[in-house]
């Protein structure tokens, strides 16, 4: 849908990658831009909007100058009750989100891909499977670059986004050709009136404008999804997938083994099913056969064979840090999981790991209660190290369940000692279960130091 936009004002308030992307892409379709920062602009950004002669503030929000835009591309990240935002919202000006706007000029079609958990690595996953088949397609959204910018020269024929409830909270027209949405786990429930129910309604906006061409994968075991789905009025194709065989709902993917997801999707397939294997797929654990299944079933009805999934599963490569093997000594398996800064997360990677388990957890708490990783612990963990500087509540919860418990402030030396303990057979993993702030800048700066002393080790 194209929108005259000659001599109208944008302003885009918020520089990151998606507010300069869209300053960019209102520029070249025809919009007076200007872009309002409070905050400091990123050098590489600053180049860019001078570059382009595109007018911008930093530092400071000049109402008299924002207030006049016909529209407003808002950062996901602004909250509606920022000053800015409310003087906006009583003079009642249009606010659309990057995603929308440069939704109206591409011809592309795209799957877009929401959750609280295993958003990233479905879409990088969606994305190698379309790319590996031949596909012409960009990466956008939370990942790669910003959507708005790739829509100016608009080469693509697809586009796999990432999606946060943020973005689709001032999403109104983007209409995706497959919606995905994997889970439903209380976060970020500032932003909505410490409501599960009204951040679950904000993921639901990923379907507001599917249709009876569209299609929507979403997670069948998941039970916020199930309940909330229920009051959502949507004429699509619905494409559950199940872990499980399930009775009362026909699963579009299911798995019927631990590596074989059945699909049974009639709108595209000849056969009345077809068995997907995953076996020679690098990704651990259940969480991650929930996040394959939701790609597969994309990948599925964006028009792949069966046979062109098949041959790009064993090929990807996950964002780093997210359950990552980099190294093996002596027969031992490392494996960096630094993502995992809370205990959902470190309880997916301890189920998910079937070999015996040399553990290094730790770092800043928040709040955790560790009594679900406890079973887990017991049945696998033959040693905990202990990786803060105040370990005594993971001491607390595992001194007496696992053998052995140490600690130590020293990445490489709980690389070195892990090594020690671990047998050939056995997987050293680093899933802290915390946040990092207390001995690493961020889960990064963890993950990166973990891997260096694993590839000093191996050297040495």
Not at 152 to 165: A, G, K, N, R
Not at 343 to 365: C, N, R, S
Not at 417 to 445: H, I, M
């Amino acid at each position: 849908m194209q929108h005259s936009s000659e001599g109208k004002k944008l302003v885009i308030l918020g520089s990151g990658e998606s507010g300069v992307g869209a300053a960019l892409l209102g520029q070249a379709k025809g919009y007076d831009v200007f872009v309002s920062d409070g905050g400091a602009l990123k050098p590489i950004y600053k180049e860019k909007l001078d570059k382009a002669g595109i007018r911008f503030e930093e530092g400071t929000h000049t109402l008299e100058e924002i207030l006049t835009a016909d529209e407003i591309v808002k950062s996901p990240g602004i909250p509606e009750k920022a000053p800015v935002m409310q003087a906006v919202r009583e003079k009642k000006i249009s606010v659309i989100s990057e995603i929308d706007l440069a939704s109206r000029y591409t011809k592309a079609q795209s799957i877009a891909i929401t959750g609280t958990n295993g958003k990233t690595t479905t879409t990088l996953l969606t994305y190698h499977l379309l790319k590996e088949a031949g596909y012409n397609v960009g990466l956008a959204g939370n990942v790669g670059h910003s959507f708005a910018e790739q829509v100016i020269e608009d080469t693509f024929d697809w586009f796999v986004l990432e999606l946060s409830s943020f973005q689709l909270d001032d999403t109104y027209d983007y209409t995706p050709t497959v919606a995905v949405l994997l889970n439903i786990t209380p976060d970020h429930l500032d932003r909505y009136h410490y409501s599960l129910e009204e951040y679950a309604q904000a993921k639901l906006r990923i379907t507001r404008n599917l249709d009876s061409s569209s299609y929507f994968v979403y997670n069948a075991d998941d039970r916020v999804i199930q309940q909330e789905y229920q009051s959502v009025f949507v004429d699509t194709n619905d494409l559950p997938f199940s872990l499980h065989r399930r009775p009362d709902i026909h699963c579009a993917g299911r798995y019927v083994a631990e590596t074989t997801l059945r699909l049974d999707i009639p709108q595209v397939q000849d056969d009345d099913h077809e068995d997907v294997s995953i076996a020679r797929s690098p990704l651990i654990g259940q969480h991650n056969r929930q996040n394959m299944a939701a790609a597969i079933l994309a990948a599925r009805v964006a028009g792949l064979s069966v046979k062109q999934i098949e041959a790009a599963l064993p090929t990807f490569s996950n964002a780093d840090h997210r359950l990552q093997p980099v190294g093996e000594i002596g027969g031992a398996q490392f494996i960096n999981d630094s993502k995992a800064t809370n205990v959902e997360a470190a309880w997916y990677a301890l189920d998910g790991v079937k070999a015996p388990l040399i553990w290094i957890a730790g770092g800043t708490d928040k709040g955790n209660d560790y009594s679900t990783l406890v079973p887990l612990a017991q049945q696998k963990v033959k040693a905990l190290i202990c990786l803060g500087v105040d370990n005594a509540k993971l001491r607390a919860a595992f001194d007496g369940v696992v053998p052995l418990v140490e600690e130590t402030q020293d990445v490489r030396y709980a690389v070195h000692r892990a090594a020690e303990l671990a047998q050939a057979g056995d997987v050293v993993l680093l899933s802290p279960a915390c946040a990092s702030f207390d001995l690493f800048k961020n889960y990064e700066d963890r993950g990166r130091q973990f891997a260096q002393a694993v590839s000093e080790l191996v050297k040495s």
